[in-house]
């Protein structure tokens, strides 16, 4: 019984002082005004509107999406340099990229960088978040409006043709959901698994 104690605050431990990177906008009379991303090493990832940690809604990234993020985090000195431009630009929005592992902290903001690697970790993060967005529209509308099935379907197609959906497998029950039932119309249906097919041949 000592020895699985010890294991089980060891583990505890070391998942304390694993890396997160972390990306927010703030943007004021933008859609949304606000939001924060977080990225763990094994995944793990949560999108929040608020600043109210009780708001954040959670996904998982695959593992070229997460070596890419980190990767970026540490061609940047994990934040620890300034990246904004200074140039006299209109507002694209407050943007904040911060980096924690244990104690350690570190973070850069910018509402304009000429940055190859901020710009293309601020990309990655927009990903994440419209296809968040996208995810939370059709548990939204599966619920709630029948009607705008086809639509969320349409606009979760067009992210995927463009290379910009990310988060896949969290789409997969509720396309399959859609494919599956025929209260959704044809269309709507016929779509819904023709990408949850593309998703699972990615793989």
């Known amino acids: 019984m000592r020895i699985l104690l010890l294991l089980a605050l060891s583990a505890l431990a070391q998942a304390g002082d694993a890396p997160r990177v972390i990306f927010s906008k703030s943007f004021p009379g933008s859609v ?15 999108y929040n509107e608020s600043e109210d940690p009780d708001n954040d809604e959670r996904i998982h990234l695959d593992s070229a999406t997460v070596k890419q993020a980190f990767e970026l985090a540490d061609r940047l000195d994990h934040f620890k340099h300034p990246l904004e431009s200074g140039l006299k630009i209109a507002n694209m929005g407050m943007k904040t990229l911060r ?25 990655l993060f927009e990903r994440v978040g419209e296809s968040t967005r996208m995810l939370l529209d059709l ?23 463009d290379r910009r959906l990310l988060a896949e497998d969290d789409f997969l029950p509720l396309l399959d959901q859609v494919a599956k039932n025929e209260v959704y119309i044809h269309m709507a249906r ?11 041949a990615s793989h």
Do not use: C
């Open 32 to 46: 949304p005004a606000y939001l924060a991303i977080t990225i763990a090493p094994d995944g793990s990832a949560t």
């Open 99 to 123: 980096w924690e592992q244990g104690g350690e902290t570190s973070e850069s903001k910018f509402n304009y960088s000429l940055n190859e690697d901020a710009k293309a970790l601020a990309d």
């Open 139 to 161: 548990r939204r509308v599966l619920k709630h409006d029948r009607l705008g099935v086809n639509d969320a379907v349409l606009r979760i197609m067009a992210a995927w043709n």
């Open 190 to 200: 016929e779509r819904a698994a023709r990408i949850a097919d593309a998703i699972r």
